[in-house]
C-alpha cells in the first residue's frame, strides 16, 4: 500500500538512478518520494539529497558499469528495458556526470560523462569504473553518484550509491576532473544554469556511440585525455 501511494504521488517526473543501487530508491528499507527530485526540492540537501546509506554495491577497478535510469513509473526495476510507454522527466536532456567519492561526499572526480542525450530509462549508460583507482573498502565513505544538469529547466540532480571498489592500484589515483555542480542554493548558487540537451520530451536515442567508446576506453581515469576538462557540457546561463 505505501509504494503504491508513493508512486501515485509522484507520478513519473524528474530521474534517479537503480543501478548501481543507489539510496532511497523503492529497493531500499528507506524508500523516499522525492529521490527522484532536484537538489532542492523541499529543502533536499546536497551532496547525494542527505539520505541514509543504501545497500552497498560492490564494483571492481577495470570494470564497466552499465548504470541504469529509474523513476515511479518503472515498477519492475530488476528488468531491462522497462515496460514501453512509460514517461519520463527528461527534461529535454542535458548532460550527465558519474563520480565517485571516497570521503563521504565531500569531494567528487568525474568517471564518466554523456551528454545532450542524457538520461533515459530505456539505455544503459556504460562507465568505467578505472584500472588505476585505489581501492576503496568503506562503503560509508566510497560513493558512486550520477548528476544531470538539465536543459529545460534549471535544476542540477544528485543521486548515489554506496559502494565498495575492489582491486585497482593501492598506488593509484582517482582522475583529476571535479564533478559540475550548479543550480544549487545551498552552497550560494543561483538556479540559472542549464545544459543543451536533445530538447525530446520522450525517449531519445540513446547513448553517442562516441561518447560511450570515451566512457569505456579510460578516457576521464586518471592520466587519461580527458584530464581535468573532460567533454564539453555545453552548460548556459539563462
Ligand atoms: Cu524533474
Same mark, same amino acid.
Given at each position: 500500500? /505505501?509504494?503504491?501511494?508513493?508512486?501515485? /504521488?509522484?507520478?513519473?517526473?524528474?530521474?534517479?538512478?537503480?543501478?548501481? *543501487?543507489?539510496?532511497?530508491?523503492?529497493?531500499?528499507?528507506?524508500?523516499?518520494?522525492?529521490?527522484?527530485?532536484?537538489?532542492?526540492?523541499?529543502?533536499?540537501?546536497?551532496?547525494?539529497?542527505?539520505?541514509?546509506?543504501?545497500?552497498?554495491?560492490?564494483? *571492481?577497478?577495470?570494470?564497466?558499469?552499465?548504470?541504469?535510469?529509474?523513476?515511479?513509473?518503472?515498477?519492475?526495476?530488476? *528488468? %531491462?528495458? #522497462? *515496460?514501453?510507454?512509460?514517461?519520463?522527466?527528461?527534461?529535454?536532456?542535458?548532460?550527465?556526470?558519474?563520480? /565517485?567519492?571516497?570521503?563521504?561526499?565531500?569531494?567528487?572526480?568525474?568517471?564518466?560523462?554523456?551528454?545532450?542525450?542524457? #538520461?533515459?530509462?530505456?539505455?544503459?549508460? &556504460?562507465?568505467?569504473?578505472?584500472?588505476?583507482? &585505489? #581501492?576503496?573498502?568503506?562503503?560509508?565513505?566510497?560513493? %558512486?553518484?550520477?548528476?544531470?544538469?538539465?536543459? !529545460?529547466?534549471?535544476? %542540477?540532480?544528485?543521486?548515489?550509491?554506496?559502494?565498495?571498489?575492489?582491486?585497482?592500484?593501492?598506488?593509484?589515483? !582517482?582522475?583529476?576532473?571535479?564533478?559540475?555542480?550548479?543550480?544549487?542554493?545551498? !552552497?550560494?548558487?543561483?538556479?540559472?544554469?542549464?545544459? %543543451?540537451?536533445?530538447?525530446?520530451?520522450?525517449?531519445?536515442?540513446? #547513448?553517442?556511440?562516441?561518447?560511450?567508446?570515451?566512457?569505456?576506453?579510460? +578516457? +576521464?581515469?586518471?592520466?587519461?585525455?580527458?584530464?581535468?576538462?573532460? /567533454?564539453? !557540457?555545453?552548460?548556459?546561463?539563462?
Amino acid at each position: 500500500m /505505501l509504494v503504491a501511494s508513493l508512486s501515485i /504521488l509522484s507520478a513519473s517526473a524528474h530521474i534517479g538512478i537503480s543501478f548501481p *543501487r543507489a539510496q532511497a530508491g523503492p529497493w531500499t528499507k528507506d524508500l523516499t518520494n522525492t529521490v527522484h527530485a532536484w537538489i532542492g526540492f523541499k529543502g533536499k540537501k546536497f551532496p547525494c539529497g542527505g539520505y541514509k546509506k543504501g545497500p552497498v554495491n560492490t564494483l *571492481r577497478a577495470g570494470e564497466v558499469v552499465n548504470v541504469r535510469f529509474w523513476n515511479f513509473g518503472v515498477r519492475d526495476y530488476d *528488468r %531491462f528495458p #522497462p *515496460r514501453s510507454g512509460i514517461s519520463q522527466g527528461r527534461h529535454g536532456g542535458g548532460a550527465c556526470e558519474f563520480s /565517485l567519492s571516497y570521503d563521504g561526499g565531500k569531494t567528487w572526480k568525474v568517471i564518466g560523462q554523456y551528454t545532450k542525450s542524457c #538520461p533515459d530509462i530505456y539505455y544503459q549508460w &556504460p562507465v568505467l569504473i578505472p584500472k588505476n583507482v &585505489p #581501492p576503496c573498502t568503506d562503503s560509508d565513505q566510497c560513493l %558512486f553518484s550520477m548528476s544531470w544538469v538539465a536543459y !529545460l529547466t534549471n535544476q %542540477f540532480y544528485h543521486h548515489c550509491a554506496n559502494i565498495v571498489i575492489e582491486g585497482g592500484d593501492p598506488k593509484g589515483k !582517482l582522475p583529476d576532473l571535479d564533478m559540475t555542480v550548479v543550480d544549487v542554493t545551498q !552552497l550560494g548558487q543561483k538556479m540559472n544554469t542549464r545544459a %543543451f540537451g536533445d530538447r525530446k520530451s520522450g525517449k531519445s536515442s540513446g #547513448p553517442d556511440s562516441q561518447e560511450v567508446a570515451l566512457n569505456k576506453n579510460g +578516457f +576521464f581515469a586518471y592520466g587519461g585525455k580527458g584530464n581535468s576538462k573532460g /567533454l564539453n !557540457l555545453n552548460l548556459q546561463r539563462n
